[in-house]
């Protein structure tokens, strides 16, 4: 029963091109938060910077640290893109 379940749920995700958005989303995700880090103190000096008397030393990330970072988030993130997808499939049955 469970092989039938899996095997249906299979087709529909292959014919709707879930099997190629989910990972490059994924992909997109480890790629911007590095990015995302590196530029930061250019972003807050465009943005309007921090208040009068803030001090705020932002570190150069390292590759070694944006590993870290990336692979310390990426589970948060598959379990909210799996319930949303979850969601989502539940919705549109009817």
Known sequence: ???VLLRKEWIETTRS???IWLPLLFVLLGIMQPL?????SDLLEQFGGLPDGAMFVIPTPTARWSLL?????IHKLARSF???HLWG???GKE
């Open 1 to 3: 029963m469970i092989g």
């Open 69 to 73: 970072k990336h692979s310390a988030n």
């Open 82 to 84: 799996s319930c949303w």
């Open 36 to 40: 995302t880090s590196y530029y930061l």
């Open 89 to 91: 499939r539940l919705v």
């Open 17 to 19: 091109y879930r099997i």
